[in-house]
């Protein structure tokens, strides 16, 4: 079928229902509601959709199409749930089973009939997280189920007024709600105040007198302190006490100011700066002991002859620094006596490569941008130059940009079903670096990686096994992924032939570096990223700072060729 998705943006679902649709032969196009209602308009009116699906939509479809045409909504909330703010009622009421619906667009907001629900199971965590993860599972199989039942032709959607139907209305979630009593709530009510926001809204709060957004939010089991206090930092993050305990804030976004510039998040001791004069930087221990109930954003376990490198960034950004500090503990996991290393291997984000965030915030940005991709090169060149154990990449969730080149450094790829990949960095206007012009091609082809480069769109993880991105699929639950990963390496560590395998990289990675060393294709991809850096007419200085702001200047068709594309490189 011809198929139009109507989004506010193209974030996680969207991608994923994008991709999903689309290996199942469905031609698929995409519109922004963010460019408004003329926009959709022109989109069906070119397209002639045989149905419009609405995975992500924050206004209205326009009258005129869904009157006019089958348009489903994809509401995050069990039948009869409706409102704007369902997810947030979800962790912040402590429900413990959950579920995605897709209705039939109407008038009133969520009363349209249902075409599918899917339920999901809500473990503790934050809102992105699952919004990622159990949500996008079950948004997913409900799409798919309710495609199936619309191109079928005989099913008939439930109506809400059905007794099986429950309406249940939740009003927005604002701020008041969502506000903080540092004296009187426990810590298991900040953590899920925090987590209930931790995208996106944020929680509005005060720090050394000035009001900014609190983002993420994770417990600490032996700090303590005056309740509201700032008492630690640990590699960005700050601690803070509770009046039974303390937990970590990773970020914090600073109060808009009308008619000031939009406000992004950041490293939250990078926000706070001096204010934080005094306060001690505690450091976990990469081997964290697993009792401790405390937040780290690297941790390194091992289990026999199998180590597990564990990182987890928020929105799977990584900056400079924290590319340093996974390549020293990458360099700590080296010198362990292991056959396999396994790095990821947790839910959610692997990586979506440099932090732009953090680059828009640099005295300097090209300077920052430098620093960040030379950081993000020597870690994959130390995965590209390991040749004494296997190091498999393990994806539980999303990688983009140099995030999914850093998964191609390793010798296999095990990736989630259900996970989308972006192998591709052209509409940020950036030609690339993190090897891709070595790994790339050797997994799926010279004329496929100039395709995924020069196209730039999402690709599933089925996708991506069938041209050989990814080698392993891992069809589990988000909550059983890290238990699974862990099965298949011991697995692959008992393996009687891993020392041959491991004999064979090493040729293999020999034979390369003499037909061409990697010093050369790394100096040839900088070249191009340091003109584009150190030009303030690059295209890349506006679409990173539109970016960040979370301004709507790219087109209102996503899925066309960036217009400021580069010429692809001769693979």
Same mark, same amino acid.
């Given at each position: 079928m011809n198929i139009l998705l109507v989004a506010s943006a193209f974030n996680s679902l969207s991608q994923r229902v994008y991709a999903e649709l689309s290996d199942r032969a469905h031609r698929v196009d995409v519109v922004l509601a963010t460019h408004g209602d003329e926009a959709v308009r022109e989109a069906v009116r070119e397209m002639r959709p045989e149905l419009v699906i609405a995975p992500m939509l924050r206004t209205a479809l326009p009258e005129d199409v869904w009157s006019d045409r089958t348009c489903l909504i994809v509401h995050p909330g069990p039948p009869g749930d409706r409102g704007p703010s369902s997810i947030d009622w979800a962790i912040a009421t402590g429900a413990t089973r959950w579920g995605v619906t897709v209705l039939q667009a109407e008038a009133d907001m969520d009363a349209g009939d249902i075409w599918a629900t899917v339920p999901f199971e809500v473990p503790p965590g934050s809102k992105s997280d699952l919004y990622r993860n159990e949500a996008s599972d079950a948004a997913m199989a409900a799409v798919l189920l309710a495609v199936e039942r619309y191109a079928g032709g005989s099913s008939k959607p439930l109506a809400q007024d059905d007794r099986s139907v429950e309406i249940v209305w939740r009003d927005p979630f604002r701020q008041e709600r969502r506000r903080i009593d540092?004296?009187?709530?426990?810590?298991?009510?900040?953590?899920?105040?925090?987590?209930?926001?931790?995208?996106?809204?944020?929680?509005?709060?005060?720090?050394?007198?000035?009001?900014?957004?609190?983002?993420?939010?994770?417990?600490?089991?032996?700090?303590?302190?005056?309740?509201?206090?700032?008492?630690?930092?640990?590699?960005?993050?700050?601690?803070?006490?509770?009046?039974?305990? &303390?937990?970590?804030?990773?970020?914090? !976004?600073?109060?808009? $100011? #009308?008619?000031? +510039? *939009?406000?992004?998040? =950041? @490293? &939250?001791?990078?926000?706070?700066?001096? !204010?934080?004069?005094? $306060? #001690?930087?505690? +450091? *976990?221990?990469?081997? =964290? @002991? &697993?009792?401790?109930?405390?937040?780290?954003?690297?941790?390194? $376990?091992?289990?026999?002859?199998?180590?597990?490198?564990?990182?987890?960034?928020?929105?799977?950004?990584?900056?400079?620094?924290?590319?340093?500090?996974?390549?020293?503990?990458?360099?700590?996991?080296?010198?362990?006596?292991?056959?396999?290393?396994?790095?990821?291997?947790?839910?959610?984000?692997?990586?979506?490569?440099?932090?732009?965030?953090?680059?828009?915030?640099?005295?300097?940005?090209?300077?920052?941008?430098?620093?960040?991709?030379?950081?993000?090169?020597?870690?994959?060149?130390?995965?590209?130059?390991?040749?004494?154990?296997?190091?498999?990449?393990?994806?539980?969730?999303?990688?983009?940009?140099?995030g999914t080149m850093l998964a191609l450094a390793a010798d296999e790829v095990w990736c989630r079903t259900g996970a989308v990949l972006n192998p591709h960095y052209r509409r940020m206007g950036l030609y690339g670096s993190e090897f891709w012009t070595y790994s790339l091609p050797r997994r799926v082809g010279p004329r496929t990686a100039e395709r995924l480069i020069t196209e730039a769109l999402p690709v599933s993880s089925s996708a991506g096994a069938r041209m050989g991105l990814v080698d392993r699929l891992v069809p589990v639950s988000p909550h059983d992924f890290s238990a699974e990963v862990e099965r298949m390496a011991a697995a692959l560590a008992r393996t009687p032939d891993l020392a041959e395998q491991i004999a064979a990289k090493r040729a293999r990675r020999e034979r390369d570096e003499n037909v061409r060393p990697l010093a050369a294709y790394r100096r040839d991809e900088l070249a191009h990223m340091h003109r584009t850096f150190f030009d303030p007419t690059a295209p890349y200085h506006r679409l990173r700072s539109a970016f960040v702001g979370k301004l709507a200047t790219g087109p209102a068709r996503p899925l066309a060729r960036p217009e400021h594309a580069l010429a692809t490189a001769v693979l």
């Open positions: 540092w004296r009187r709530d426990t810590t298991e009510v900040v953590l899920r105040k925090l987590r209930a926001a931790d995208s996106r809204p944020g929680v509005l709060d005060e720090l050394f007198d000035e009001e900014f957004f609190l983002h993420g939010g994770h417990p600490e089991d032996q700090l303590r302190g005056c309740p509201g206090d700032v008492l630690a930092t640990r590699t960005g993050a700050v601690c803070r006490a509770t009046c039974d305990g &303390a937990v970590w804030i990773p970020e914090l !976004r600073r109060r808009r $100011r #009308p008619g000031g +510039p *939009a406000t992004f998040r =950041l @490293p &939250a001791a990078l926000v706070l700066g001096a !204010r934080l004069d005094g $306060r #001690p930087e505690v +450091p *976990a221990p990469l081997e =964290l @002991p &697993a009792q401790r109930r405390t937040w780290t954003d690297i941790r390194y $376990r091992q289990r026999s002859d199998v180590g597990f490198l564990h990182f987890s960034f928020p929105g799977g950004a990584m900056s400079t620094d924290q590319c340093r500090r996974l390549l020293a503990a990458y360099r700590f996991a080296l010198s362990r006596p292991t056959r396999v290393l396994v790095m990821g291997g947790t839910r959610d984000f692997f990586s979506n490569g440099i932090h732009l965030n953090v680059i828009e915030a640099a005295a300097d940005p090209s300077a920052e941008s430098w620093a960040n991709i030379n950081a993000m090169d020597d870690l994959v060149e130390a995965m590209l130059r390991t040749t004494d154990r296997l190091v498999i990449a393990a994806l539980g969730g999303n990688a983009a940009a140099g």
